[in-house]
């Protein structure tokens, strides 16, 4: 893979760096108190300290139009790709660190619902930028190459919590893992191993110590 800058032009099928006029310097004060394991990922989706602060209002109201979202925060250490999602509608991300996104698009996903790893492009988000991915955007976990990070993640209030029960009547519907949350896991990720996550990637699963040109 090479490594893009989210300013590249590479990156506006995934998303766009947010405009100027948005102020993180109290959310990423915030993230930086929370925690972020060593060994793993930790995903909270929604927050109170980061959800009174004012630039989460003006998300709400500029950003996604008024919806009602929540904030939360996604901090660790990971280095690798294991799966891509997507949702129903925007997200936004605020990085504490300097991270890896490693991103895929919807249209890449087959009638059956895989996806080849050498699809995936990475991007440099630096500390203190924030972007927004489309919905069609498939994304995962950020990543570090050296220590942890600490990352905000806005979304459609609900997002990423437990999974409505469906009758699953098409291919979709298998892939749906969370509420507003379709997941496609690499074979050898611990979601597809303890989760029972849809595997739907093919290929290599991506690590950007090796991977990355």
């Known amino acids: 893979m090479i490594l893009h800058s989210i300013h590249d032009d590479a990156f506006i099928p995934y998303g766009m760096p947010l405009p100027s006029g948005y102020d993180f310097e109290q959310m990423i004060r915030v993230l930086e108190g929370t925690d972020a394991p060593e060994d793993g990922v930790v995903y909270v989706p929604s927050v109170p300290e980061l959800e009174s602060l004012p630039v989460f209002y003006d998300l709400r109201d500029r950003l996604f139009g008024g919806l009602e979202i929540q904030a939360g925060y996604c901090n660790g250490t990971n280095t690798t790709l294991n799966c891509l999602e997507r949702h129903r509608g925007i997200e936004a991300l605020v990085a504490a660190d300097d991270i890896i996104l490693m991103l895929a698009k919807k249209e890449q996903v087959t009638e059956d619902n895989t996806l080849d790893t050498d ?15 489309y919905e069609t955007t498939m994304h995962y976990a950020p990543a570090r190459a050296d220590g942890t990070f600490h990352t905000a993640i806005v979304l459609v209030k609900g997002t990423n919590t437990d999974r409505p029960r469906i009758r699953e009547n098409n291919n979709e519907d298998e892939t749906l893992f969370a509420r507003n949350k379709w997941l496609l896991a690499h074979p050898d990720s611990p979601e597809a191993a303890n989760d029972g996550a849809f595997v739907g990637l093919t290929g290599k699963n991506l690590d950007i110590l090796t991977d990355l040109d």
């Open 119 to 133: 699809d995936v492009e990475a991007f440099l988000v630096k500390k203190g930028e924030a972007v927004l991915y």
